[in-house]
C-alpha cells in the first residue's frame, strides 16, 4: 500500500493535467461512515423505531409523518454537509493537484471538495447536492439552498420531528420539497448542473486526443456519469496505458488518478 501512495504521489507530481474521479469511499476515509458508531450517536433513537443500522437505510424508511422525515434528513444533511469531515483527506488531496490543470468529477454530495477549497468552477458534483432542496414532483427545474432551514431543523435534534412549519414546501406549486439527490427519475438537473457538465465535457475535449474524444463523448452521452478509470476493460483500447489499482496513466497528455 505504501509503495502505491508512493508511486501515485510521484505520477501527480509529474502530471501536468489530473482528473480525479473520486467516490463514497473517499468521504468514507475522511470520516464520513454511515455506520457503527457515527450512526449510533445521531440516529439510535430512529434505529430502534424503524430498524435500519445505517444513514443510508434510513434515507427509505417509512417515516410517519413529513416532521419526521425532515428530523430524520435534517441531522444526516447537517453532519454529513455541513459538519467537516474529522480527517483532512480532501485538505490532503488538493495539496497535490492545487497548482496543476485538473479537474474533479465525483458522485459525492457532501460538498468536501468545495469545503476544502477545490475551484468550484473545476467541480462536477453528478449525483446532487446534500446542502440543495427541489421540489418533489419536480413542478420546475430549479434547485434552493438549504442551510438555513437544515439549521433551524437542528435546533430540534433531540426530538423524532420538526415543527410542521419548518417542512419545506415548494414556493411554485406548493408541493413537499425533497433532496436534491439522483434517487430516481425525479432528480433535478438545473443550470448550475448544466454549466457544470459542459464545464467538464469542455475540458476532457480540449486535453485528449481525437481517440480518446470518442470514447469520453459516447461515455458522457450513454451514463452522464463518466468514472474515470473505473472500467478497466474499456482503457484498454488507448495505447501506452498502464491500469493499475488506483490509476490509470495516458501517457500521451493526461494523468488521471482515481480513489
Known sequence: MREAIEQLKQITSEAETVVIGAGS???TSAGFTYSGERFEKYFSDFAVKYGFQDMYSGGFA??????ERWAYWSRYIMINRYIDPPKPVYNNIL???RNKDYFVLTTNVDHCFQKA???KERLFYTQGDYGLFQCSEPCHQKTYDNEKQIRAMWEFRNEMKIPSE??????????PMSMNLRADDTFVTDEGWDQAATRYQRFIFSRLNSAAEKHFDFAFRQTSIIDVCADRASMQQFS????????????????FMRH
Open 62 to 67: 417509512p417515516f410517519a409523518s413529513l416532521e
Open 95 to 97: 495539496s497535490l493537484v
Open 166 to 175: 419548518l417542512v419545506p414546501h415548494c414556493p411554485v406549486c406548493g408541493k
Open 25 to 27: 469511499g473517499l468521504s
Open 240 to 255: 501506452e496505458t498502464d491500469v493499475s489499482e488506483n490509476c490509470c496513466i495516458l501517457r500521451n497528455k493526461c494523468n
Open 117 to 119: 477549497g477545490f475551484d
